[in-house]
């Protein structure tokens, strides 16, 4: 992992960020008042349970929602753009160029018409105007870096013609051509075994130390999140509940949820019978998402807590230092902290 660079202040920022969805049963919130600052050369790890609203996020940053359905607001600022307000033909400028996304699902990113290798270097012509022998050397150089075996050959395969995991490298060697100055990486690594996991965590670093880029990482992997996030954001009911420094939320977190994320998931020194601590209950309805802490239904510490605090007052979450949105006394806080260090 290396340092972020210095710079006089954030390259990417959210302020108040919220994302709502019209339905038949409501609104709902999918994120609500989510704000963070990513400086270049820095990684951002973004994790909690799925419907958290960490995917929501990344497209929102993209511009990539449908605006007759949905309402975003607040201020994202991208190198000084603002993009919430932006046009479409500005955020296409951006798109694939300046920010580039790697997709959950590449079957669904990738166009079954065109060859993986056309598609690679369309998206290398449109924004830089290379030839096509240009782009097409291009594609086939990234197909080879993120380890697809003889990339000449199968840049003219169709995505159907890749396994899983292929198209997931052929997804992250599209995101990549123009060398971007944000990823965006909604779980990169998924369905690809450790030793492909680990090459492409290295292209990510590879690419970061070389071009000083910002990355945004959405995973469920917390041993991921350690070894390459520079700070760690938890969302939970489309809010943030916890942000500082990786080293610090993931061996002295503050916030309950946080904690039993992390007590899920097994130790290597544990005991090889001790069953795993999962956290009770179910994330909340983002229709009807409960007052005060989202999570006070789950929680069990919230006993700790004088008073219906937790019940009724919505926590804050600071914007600077090791932060969490929970109304836990700071003493209580550190008990929490030692339980998780405890072998």
Partial sequence: MTPPSVQSGPFLSVRDLQ?????????????????????RGQTLGIVGESGSGKSVTSLAVLGMHDRSRTTVTGRVTFDGTELIDATEKQLQSL???????????????????????AQIAETYRRHTGASRSA??????????????????????????????????????????VCDPDLLIADEPTTALDVTVQAQILDLLGDLQREFDTAIILITHDLGVVANTAHEVLVMYA?????????????????????????????????????????????????????????????????????????????????????????HLPEEPREVLAQQHLQP
């Fill in 238 to 326: 489309g809010r943030a509940v916890e942000h500082g420094a990786t080293q610090q939320v993931l061996t002295r977190p503050r916030h309950p949820y946080t904690e039993g994320l992390l007590r899920s998931v097994p130790r290597l020194h544990s005991d090889v019978d001790e069953p795993l601590v999962p956290i009770p209950g179910s994330p909340p309805s983002l229709l009807a998402v409960p007052a005060g802490c989202p999570f006070h239904p789950r929680c069990a510490h919230r006993e700790r807590v004088p008073g219906d605090d937790c019940v009724t007052r919505r926590p804050a979450l600071a914007e600077v230092g090791h932060a969490a949105a929970c």
């Fill in 95 to 117: 798109r694939g160029n300046r920010i580039a996304m790697i997709f959950q699902d590449p079957l669904t990113a990738l166009s079954p018409y065109y060859t993986i290798g």
């Fill in 19 to 39: 994302v709502r969805f019209a339905t038949e049963d409501g609104v709902v919130r999918a994120v609500d008042g989510l704000s963070f600052d990513l400086r």
């Fill in 135 to 176: 782009a097409r050397a291009r594609a086939v150089d990234l197909l080879g870096r993120v380890g697809i075996a003889a990339p000449g050959r199968r840049a003219d395969d169709y995505p159907h013609e890749f396994s899983g995991g292929m198209r997931q490298r052929a997804m992250i060697a599209m995101s990549l």
